[in-house]
């Protein structure tokens, strides 16, 4: 079971960037999928994006397709979302969550989850 904590969140006008981090202190990171999904107010949790064990596959929702990056560095069991031109409907809470499997492509794969981290777009 992997414990996750995410870091980097914040108020940014539209356009703006952001990077979240989700450190992870599990030992079995490096062998399984991890992502990020997101839960604006009032609405259902959403799938932000996903990467494989080994960094060689990537999933991403189509709203954040060519603004997004999801990555890892296995070495520091960390996987990171890079957020470019942000815009308001991009506010919600983002949650890392890690899978058990090596591959995961939807929210309903991951089976640990972090707290999340607020991001806020101001218009």
């Known amino acids: 079971q992997e414990q996750l904590v995410e870091s980097g969140g914040g108020l940014v006008e539209a356009g703006g960037s952001l990077k979240l981090a989700c450190a992870a202190s599990g030992r079995t990171f490096s062998s399984v999928a991890t992502g990020w999904i997101r839960q604006a107010p009032g609405k259902e949790r959403e799938f932000v994006a996903a990467?494989?064990?080994?960094?060689?596959?990537?999933y991403y929702a189509d709203s954040v397709k060519g603004r997004f990056a999801i990555s890892r560095d296995n070495a520091k069991n960390t996987v990171y979302l890079q957020m470019n031109n942000l815009q308001p409907e991009d506010t919600a809470i983002y949650y890392c969550?890690?899978?058990?499997?090596?591959?995961?492509?939807?929210?309903?794969?991951?089976?640990?989850w972090g707290r999340g981290t607020q991001v806020t777009v101001s218009s």
């Open positions: 990467i494989s064990w080994n960094a060689g596959i990537t």
């Open positions: 969550a890690a899978s058990r499997l090596p591959v995961a492509r939807t929210q309903y794969e991951f089976a640990d």
